[in-house]
């Protein structure tokens, strides 16, 4: 894990003219769907933003009356709680309604105690969203350890105790590779003073196309081969 995780993203909402735009997309849907469906169960509540770098979707929190609370390792900072380098995160047991970790996991040396020490804080029975990629290209932020299958995230979650309620593949394989491409165009084009104004029109048109790739492809093969996995899982009730 490392400061600014979530800072992968622009602060705000998905913007068509950038690079990330179809993964942030699908991430702040899942996000805002999760959220929708708590409404009832975490209006007025504190929700932990488990390496929140940014905190970007506090917004949405607030939208449905709840308080996000970022926490990330780094320099502490006013609202903010510290993670620990061991990662012990300064709160008490049991003393969060609910929890979101996005685009972290592959950023985590400790899986297993990334996964128990969000357990611990959680109040019996409280949900959590998690987001994580299946397929990326590597970014350090400062580090890049892993990614993920299907299967393995579901191992990892349910060993830390979690109930997994829904696992969902997004972004497919085709998309993907249409992301990767504009991905070294950007790259390409940024080097180049006279033509690096053509990078949002080429991500512009990536993401058009994306989009309707995602839409052709079946879900069986979004399944197997997803560039993003989004995760609803819940401390069991009498733990």
């Given at each position: 894990?490392?400061?600014?995780?979530t800072?992968?993203?622009?602060?705000?909402?998905?913007?068509?003219?950038?690079?990330?735009?179809?993964?942030?997309?699908?991430?702040?849907?899942?996000?805002?769907?999760?959220?929708?469906?708590?409404?009832a169960?975490l209006?007025?509540?504190?929700?932990l933003?488990?390496?929140?770098?940014?905190?970007?979707?506090?917004?949405?929190?607030?939208?449905?009356?709840?308080?996000?609370?970022?926490?990330?390792?780094?320099?502490p900072?006013?609202?903010?709680?510290?993670?620990?380098?061991?990662?012990?995160?300064?709160?008490?047991?049991?003393?969060?309604d609910?929890l979101?970790?996005?685009?972290?996991?592959?950023?985590?040396?400790d899986?297993?105690?990334?996964?128990?020490?969000?357990?611990?804080?959680?109040?019996?029975?409280?949900?959590?969203?998690?987001?994580?990629?299946?397929?990326?290209?590597?970014?350090?932020?400062?580090?890049?350890?892993r990614?993920?299958?299907?299967?393995g995230?579901?191992?990892?979650?349910?060993?830390?105790?979690?109930?997994?309620?829904?696992?969902?593949?997004?972004?497919?394989?085709?998309?993907?590779?249409?992301h990767?491409?504009?991905?070294?165009a950007?790259?390409?084009?940024?080097?180049?003073?006279?033509?690096s104004?053509?990078k949002?029109?080429?991500?512009?048109?990536?993401n058009?196309?994306?989009?309707?790739e995602?839409?052709?492809?079946?879900?069986?093969?979004?399944?197997?081969h997803?560039?993003?996995?989004?995760?609803?899982?819940?401390?069991?009730?009498?733990?």
């Amino acid at each position: 894990m490392a400061p600014g995780i979530t800072g992968l993203f622009a602060v705000g909402r998905p913007n068509l003219l950038q690079r990330d735009f179809w993964a942030e997309r699908a991430i702040h849907r899942g996000l805002a769907a999760f959220f929708r469906q708590a409404r009832a169960e975490l209006s007025g509540k504190q929700i932990l933003d488990y390496g929140a770098g940014d905190s970007r979707y506090a917004y949405i929190a607030t939208a449905i009356g709840a308080h996000l609370i970022p926490a990330d390792i780094g320099q502490p900072r006013p609202g903010r709680i510290l993670i620990h380098p061991d990662g012990r995160i300064d709160l008490r047991d049991g003393s969060v309604d609910a929890l979101i970790s996005t685009q972290v996991l592959e950023h985590v040396p400790d899986v297993s105690r990334y996964l128990s020490e969000g357990m611990r804080v959680l109040l019996p029975g409280a949900p959590m969203f998690l987001s994580t990629h299946g397929d990326w290209v590597l970014h350090r932020v400062p580090t890049d350890f892993r990614r993920w299958t299907i299967d393995g995230l579901r191992l990892e979650c349910e060993k830390a105790g979690f109930e997994i309620e829904s696992i969902e593949p997004a972004v497919g394989i085709l998309a993907s590779s249409t992301h990767l491409r504009s991905t070294v165009a950007g790259r390409v084009l940024e080097r180049s003073p006279l033509l690096s104004w053509l990078k949002p029109l080429v991500f512009l048109a990536a993401n058009l196309r994306m989009g309707l790739e995602d839409l052709l492809t079946p879900a069986y093969a979004m399944a197997t081969h997803p560039q993003l996995f989004l995760v609803i899982a819940r401390k069991p009730s009498t733990r």
